[in-house]
């Protein structure tokens, strides 16, 4: 059985796992049992904390410690009380939260106080897994999960009255739950449905279908069948654990129940725990890292699993899916196999904006079936809605971010030979999105209009100007970034175009791709907004934050060039004066940590938002391997290491990524400098380079995808490693030196071993 359909069968089933005593397993190390789910949890936002849930799943069940807002919600480690497990964690989407209790004589007075403090030292936290006691009520509550399917297992004191709470309205993470309903069905059943209304992220409601089985009879229910909340009642006197399974559903109650005969019917709690677990082995296992400390192999796995979080399924086992692209809402379907499933999901995803130094690299490398079926994802929505989206949610555009960010995810793809995908209807698509009406018209959020994004400017003028002269239609109007960013975009596309024979096509997106150049001001030596009359921008200053950027600032967003930094030195003066440059950034960077405090919360606080590099947030998070381009290999090592050090080597709940981890980010981000390979340019040329960094593990193993790649495994043996020996002497590829320290993507995937000497001097 090949390695995708392996995958695809093991979450198709809903098996699980071990004992209740959850005993640590001992011998060989395994991924899962290395991951430390806690990381960054104080700074936790609604879909960032992850427990019971598989990769991509639709569901991601955990408790919830604060429940208003997107920001600062969800799991948070910090907060005492529990109040509530919720199973869906996804950008912009909430639902299904219920609550076990227990009481002595009537339950009304629970409906509306029916939160509980816990205490860390009676929790477990594991992959796929999620124990807490609920001090208030005398509960252990367990917690997995299958791809479309909560699985509860709640122990009660045998002298109270048992029960589950559902919350059926409110405001739950980033959205206000309205029209909840719950039924009784039978004795063992119930089925529900909860609408999330709509966000200024998500503009249009998307309803949650649920059906709900217990493993013992209901005894009654406590509260309407419409109201807020609403208590399932079993009784006093349970002595053995009672099971809950929830299923659920974007499409109808009728595939919610689909979802549950596929995922959770016959399986045993503990059944579906192992199986969650062996599927996160599998794709965890495919990278191996020897050498270090437990601790920094411990944090590495932390990433790996972060870089396939936070992303979510929307499409039903069947292939049904929510579609709101349109005026009306209708349930699409899936095209289906020889054998009558789906050929891929369907996802609900944040923003790709910075993805082409992140999961572009490591997916493409790693997990090439899954960049194939994003793809396949996307190209749905622009079948569906006339447009590739940069960030969907509820079935629908949101249009999160700026600019035309999936561009470089599709080129990748395609250079890299993951080319299962319709690449005609994609190429079309994706030069729509850079023309007028497409996603470079819109800005942050702007869902009515197409006047935000500036691309009639940026194609007249040759950039985005700023302020914007039609006024505000969203936000992350800030003119100079865009530019910057449009410049990059369009050069990947005219790579794509050029792969594709489309001459003219290339040569248009090429010259358009220069225009970074005129946001370039020679007298200050930054980037720099400029208004509609070419005026730049008065009083610039290039370290005050959002002015004429997007997240960032001048200092931060110079170096966003990462197609031309040959050409972006030569404005500076040369490579030597450009290196110098960029170094004395890093050296005050180094400062601060190289990221704006602690959390993107404080990001834009004045202590902190003057950084001139921020590795917390995506602009300018490629700088270290900056220096790779400008002939100083040896600060792309020295940098690289310090920044790993500072902010991506805590193991705490209180640190982690010390700003925006993004659905994956920068997880992935810590993977490809930790094991030393990286992408400029999202690997969007021809025969795509991998530059070296500095790995700071021994040994590095890769298995790759034998349905993509004709080798078995890449081997990346870094010699003389250690605490101050990071700088690269030599490089040799399958015992011949390298000349430069890059392997083309094509002589990498035939597999081989990539043997690295470092030094303490470069």
């Known amino acids: 059985m090949s390695r995708s359909y392996l995958l695809l069968f093991l979450l198709a089933l809903a098996c699980t796992s071990k004992d209740q005593g959850r005993e640590e397993t001992h011998g060989q190390e395994k991924p899962v049992d290395l991951v430390y789910p806690l ?7 609604w879909f960032y904390f992850s427990s019971a849930t598989r990769p991509f799943g639709m569901v991601n069940l955990s408790p919830d410690t604060q429940i208003d807002g997107a920001w600062g919600s969800g799991y948070r480690y910090d907060t005492d009380t529990v109040k509530g497990f919720s199973h869906i964690h996804a950008w912009q989407m909430s639902g299904v939260s219920v609550m076990p209790i227990s009481y002595q004589n009537v339950p009304e007075s629970l409906l509306n106080d029916y939160f509980s403090s816990f205490s860390h030292d009676h929790e477990v936290v594991e992959v796929g897994y999620h124990k807490v006691y609920l001090d208030r009520y005398g509960i252990d509550a367990e917690l997995t999960a299958t791809h479309r399917g909560g699985y509860h297992r709640y122990t009660f004191p045998e ?3 048992a029960g589950v709470l559902f919350q059926l309205a409110g405001v739950l993470g980033p959205s206000e739950m309205v029209e909840g309903k719950l039924e009784k069905l039978d004795n063992r059943t119930l089925k529900g449905q909860v609408t999330n209304t709509p966000t200024i992220r998500r503009p249009k409601p998307i309803t949650v279908y649920f059906k709900v089985e217990f493993d013992r009879d209901i005894e009654g229910l406590v509260g309407a069948e419409n109201s807020e909340n609403i208590i399932v009642c079993f009784g006093k006197g ?24 596929e995922e959770l019917k016959a399986r045993g709690f503990d059944e579906v725990v192992e199986e969650t677990q062996d599927i996160w082995n599998e794709l965890l296992g495919r990278i191996k890292v020897e050498g270090n400390t437990k601790e920094q192999r411990r944090r590495f796995y932390t990433d790996l699993w972060k870089s396939l979080q936070g992303r979510r399924t929307i499409s039903d086992a069947n292939g049904a899916y929510p579609d709101n692209t349109g005026e009306e809402f209708r349930i699409g379907q899936i095209p289906l196999n020889e054998v009558g499933k789906p050929k891929f999901r369907h996802f609900n995803s944040d923003s790709f904006w910075g993805a082409q130094w992140t999961i572009t690299v490591l997916w493409g490398l790693v997990y090439p079936e899954i960049v194939e079926e994003f793809c396949h994802s996307f190209l749905q929505y622009y079948q569906d809605g006339g447009l590739i989206p940069r960030g969907p949610s509820g079935g629908n555009y949101t249009y999160v971010m700026t600019g035309a960010s999936s561009t470089p995810f599709f080129v990748s793809a395609y250079q890299k030979g993951i080319r299962g995908f319709d690449i005609d209807l994609a190429y079309s698509a994706l030069v729509k999105n850079h023309l007028p009406g ?55 596309l005219a790579q794509l175009a050029k792969a594709l024979g489309k001459e003219e096509d290339a040569d248009r997106f090429l010259r358009r791709s220069m225009n970074y150049k005129n946001v370039y001001d020679k007298e200050s030596g930054w980037m720099r907004p400029k208004d509609e009359n070419g005026q730049w921008f008065e009083p610039f200053d290039p370290y005050d934050y959002a002015k004429g950027f997007v997240e960032a600032n001048a200092a931060q967003f ?42 993107h919360a404080v990001e834009t606080h004045p ?17 270290a391997y900056i220096f790779n381009q400008l002939d100083r290999p040896d600060l792309t090592q020295y940098w690289s290491r310090k920044v790993l050090k500072s902010a991506f080597s805590a193991l705490t709940p209180e640190l982690g990524y010390n700003g925006d981890e993004d659905q994956g980010f920068m997880g992935s981000l810590a993977v490809l400098m930790k094991i030393g390979l990286f992408q400029m340019n999202a690997g969007t040329e021809e025969n795509p380079q991998y530059e070296i960094g500095s790995p700071i593990f021994d040994k590095v193993t890769l298995q790759l995808n034998p349905d993509y790649y004709p080798g078995s495994a890449v081997v990346i043996e870094a010699k003389g490693n250690g605490e101050d020996h990071y700088f690269l002497k030599e490089a040799y590829w399958q015992g011949s030196a390298l000349d430069g320290f890059a392997v083309g993507h094509n002589e990498l995937i035939k597999g081989g071993e990539l043997l690295l000497e470092l030094a303490d001097s470069p």
């Open 238 to 261: 349970i002595d053995q654990p009672l099971l809950m399974k929830v299923a659920i559903s974007y499409t109808s109650f009728d595939n919610a129940a689909n979802n549950m005969e």
């Open 558 to 599: 110079t170096w966003f060039v990462p197609h031309d930094l040959e050409g972006l030195a030569e404005l500076m003066g040369g490579k030597d004066k450009a290196a110098e440059k960029l170094n004395g950034q890093f050296e005050v960077a180094e400062e601060l940590g190289f990221t704006s405090g602690t959390s």
């Open 39 to 45: 990381l960054d949890a104080v700074n936790s936002r």
């Open 607 to 623: 202590e902190y938002r003057r950084i001139p590099i921020n590795y917390g947030n995506q602009p300018s998070m490629q700088a």
């Open 159 to 161: 002298d109270k009255e």
């Open 438 to 492: 497409g996603m470079m018209s819109k800005s942050g959020y702007e869902h009515h209009t197409s006047s935000g994004g500036g691309v009639d400017y940026y194609m007249d003028l040759g950039y985005v100007p700023y302020p914007n002269p039609k006024g505000r239609f969203g936000s992350h109007e800030q003119g100079a970034g865009q530019t910057l960013e449009y410049s990059y975009q369009d050069w990947t």
